[in-house]
């Protein structure tokens, strides 16, 4: 095994829907990271209490069984918590999630304590502009749940907009957290931005939520309007997270608009891909 990986105890477990769910770990002393960054989790279906209680493992092969299987996860939980939490969706024939969906408090995973991945915000030089924009999809709005427990958010920018699409009100998780960011973080500091949440819901009628996909919502100037800010070359940093395809069509309309992707430091777009 490498030197990297460490054993973590699951400490509690969320379920948000039958496909989407949020867990915490164990935080081993020497791992730090940097909000906004990804690691790789491990599972060994042989590990999980549930294969040892019940006859579930018929379900799986010996081989696999016996398999590591890591897959990389945003960090949702702060660089300054005690326990790493991650948010899952479940994906019924993935190697990963089949297995992950059945943890239960006390199982063991594998983490391997290099963290990965530039979106975050020291990729961008100083100084910085006023407004963040933070644009995720699904479970894509895990790294923007640990900037927005970061202090040094609140302190950087003035706006900050976090515009999160899910397909169903259900599956839209962490509203309440995310509904008490502001007086949890943003009272914590002088001067703190104003965090500016806007929920979309695409596939029923939910008042109070947009109804569009991003890149609609962007060219239209409907999202810019619900925020009341412009989106501008000079003022704005945009993060974007989640699936591929939002990712791709949400920075082709952001070009559209005038932006340009983040090289080096200089620039407003950063980007990640889930798969
Ligand atoms: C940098 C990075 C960070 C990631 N962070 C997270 C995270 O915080 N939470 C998380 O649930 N996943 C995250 N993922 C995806 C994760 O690595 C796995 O793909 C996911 O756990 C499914 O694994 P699987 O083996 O069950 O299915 P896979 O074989 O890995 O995926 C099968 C298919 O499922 C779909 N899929 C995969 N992941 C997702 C997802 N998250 N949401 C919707 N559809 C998906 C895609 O269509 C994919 O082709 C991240 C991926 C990357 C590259
Ligand atoms: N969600 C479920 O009920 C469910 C159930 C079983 C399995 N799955 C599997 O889970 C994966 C998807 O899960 P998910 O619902 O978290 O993710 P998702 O399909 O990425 O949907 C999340 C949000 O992203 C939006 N979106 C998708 N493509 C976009 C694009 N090109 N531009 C802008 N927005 C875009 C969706 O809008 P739209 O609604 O317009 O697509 C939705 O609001 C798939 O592999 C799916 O088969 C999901």
């Not at 008490?180 to 596939?203: C, H, K, M, W, Y």
């Not at 940093?237 to 990712?247: A, E, S, T």
């Not at 340009?260 to 950063?270: K, L, P, Q």
């Amino acid at each position: 095994m490498s030197d990297n990986i460490q054993t973590v105890t699951v400490l509690s477990k969320t379920t948000w829907t039958p496909n989407l769910f949020s867990f915490t770990v164990s935080r081993p002393d020497s791992f730090k990271f940097t909000a906004g960054q990804f690691v790789r989790l491990g599972v060994n279906p042989s590990q999980l209490k549930y294969y040892q209680q019940t006859d579930a493992s018929d379900e799986v092969s010996d081989t696999a069984l016996n398999e590591d299987v890591f897959r990389a996860y945003s960090i949702v939980s702060s660089p300054f918590d005690e326990v790493i939490e991650f948010f899952s969706i479940v994906i019924p024939d993935g190697a990963f999630t089949s297995q992950l969906q059945h943890l239960q408090v006390g199982d063991e995973l594998l983490l391997n304590t290099m963290p990965f991945g530039f979106l975050t915000l020291a990729r961008y030089q100083k100084p910085l502009p006023k407004d963040l924009w933070l644009l995720a999809t699904g479970t894509g709005l895990a790294p923007f749940l640990s900037m927005l427990q970061d202090l040094k958010t609140w302190e950087d920018y003035e706006h900050i907009v976090l515009a999160y699409s899910a397909r169903s009100t259900e599956e839209l998780a962490y509203v309440e957290k995310i509904e008490s960011l502001q007086e949890d973080f943003g009272t914590l500091v002088d001067n703190p931005a104003n965090l500016i949440f806007i929920p979309i819901v695409t596939r029923e009628p939910v008042e109070g939520a947009l109804s569009e996909r991003l890149p609609k919502l962007l060219l239209e100037g409907t999202l810019q309007a619900r925020a009341g800010i412009a989106l501008d070359i000079d003022t704005t940093h945009v993060m974007l997270c989640g699936n591929p395809d939002m990712v791709e069509d949400t920075k082709e309309a952001l070009k559209t608009l005038g932006l340009v992707m983040n090289r080096r430091g200089e620039g407003n777009i950063a980007v990640e891909n889930y798969w």
